[in-house]
């Protein structure tokens, strides 16, 4: 996306703990207990990928190492990564956010750029209504849950 006018909408939607949230809706199980996606569980090597709520809660961190992680919160579930899994659902979620508009621009796996400007009156709601809709329907009919910021630029929409 090129620079955006100050009229421009932009949406930048973010999954949320995105590794995590998709082990939790494939296994169900793991939504009640601290849990973090990590390198090599068996070995307890590597490094924490993504965590949930429970583990966040428990002083674990993104980038943290297994072994730390598991001295901290024993009961951690460590979970191995995986990544065709994680691409399977990023190409989902894209796929949604394209039946908001075309130019939906991914920044990583887990993150997009939306420019909603020309489609936004098509949809008949304000920018705040429509990004709400797009999470509804992430969390509905894909199972994880999305952050929207919202702005005239991709910069302020990534802080928003």
Same mark, same amino acid.
């Given at each position: 996306m090129a &620079?955006? =006018?100050k009229d421009s909408v932009i949406?930048?939607?973010?999954? +949320? *703990?995105?590794? *995590?949230? !998709? &082990? *939790? #809706?494939? +296994? =169900? *199980? #793991?939504r009640d207990v601290p849990m973090a996606v990590a390198g090599s569980p068996e070995s307890r090597r590597g490094i924490v990928l993504a965590k949930n709520e429970q583990a966040k809660a428990r002083g674990i961190f993104t980038t943290q190492t297994v072994w730390q992680a598991k001295k901290l919160c024993p009961e951690l579930v460590l979970v191995p990564p995986r990544h065709?899994?994680?691409a399977e659902i990023s190409r989902q979620v894209n796929a949604l956010y394209m039946q908001y508009t075309n130019l939906v621009e991914p920044a990583s796996i887990d993150e997009s750029y939306l420019? !909603?400007?020309?489609s936004l009156p098509h949809f008949g709601l304000s920018a705040h209504a429509l990004g709400d809709q797009v999470r509804r329907r992430v969390r509905e009919e894909i199972g994880i849950t999305i952050s929207v910021g919202i702005s005239f630029c991709k910069a302020f929409a990534k802080m928003g």
């Open positions: &620079e955006q =006018p949406f930048h939607c973010d999954c +949320n *703990a995105f590794y *995590a949230s !998709v &082990e *939790a #809706l494939d +296994n =169900p *199980a #793991l065709d899994r994680y420019d !909603v400007t020309g």
